[in-house]
Nanobody, 127 residues
Framework: QVQLVESGGGLVQAGGSLRLSCAAS????????MGWFRQAPGKEREFVAV????????VYTDSVKGRFTISRDNAKNTVYLQMNSLKPEDTAVYYC????????????????????WGQGTQVTVSS
């Protein structure tokens, strides 16, 4: 079992920054890729970013490239999402998720490949 707890969400003006954190406990954190997803009202949950178990590879959805940075600290069992230059369209509930495959070779952006999810943290960007 894995427990994931997100924090760091809030209300910010357009152009501002937030840093989300996701603390993990349970299964070996450092052996699994970690992803961030988001869900806006009335929309499906969508992929935002993923980082490989080793931290050596990251992938981002096009809309956040150059603005968001995913990172992890395996010693602290924590994954982060630094969000800069925020836009109103970034408003959503943000979820972290843990990959279901041990040391997956190529990171995945597909929801079904993640079997543990946090409860989410709200990010609201005002215009």
């Amino acid at each position: 079992q894995v427990q994931l707890v997100e924090s760091g969400g809030g209300l910010v003006q357009a152009g501002g920054s937030l840093r989300l954190s996701c603390a993990a406990s349970g299964r070996g954190f450092s052996d699994y890729a970690m992803g961030w997803f988001r869900q806006a009202p009335g929309k499906e949950r969508e992929f935002v970013a993923v980082i490989k178990w080793s931290g050596g590879s990251t992938v981002y959805t096009d809309s956040v490239k150059g603005r968001f940075t995913i990172s992890r600290d395996n010693a602290k069992n924590t994954v982060y999402l630094q969000m800069n230059s925020l836009k109103p369209e970034d408003t959503a509930v943000y979820y972290c998720a843990a990959d279901r495959v041990f040391r997956r070779t190529v990171v995945s952006s597909i929801k079904i490949n993640y079997n543990y999810w946090g409860q989410g943290t709200q990010v609201t960007v005002s215009s």
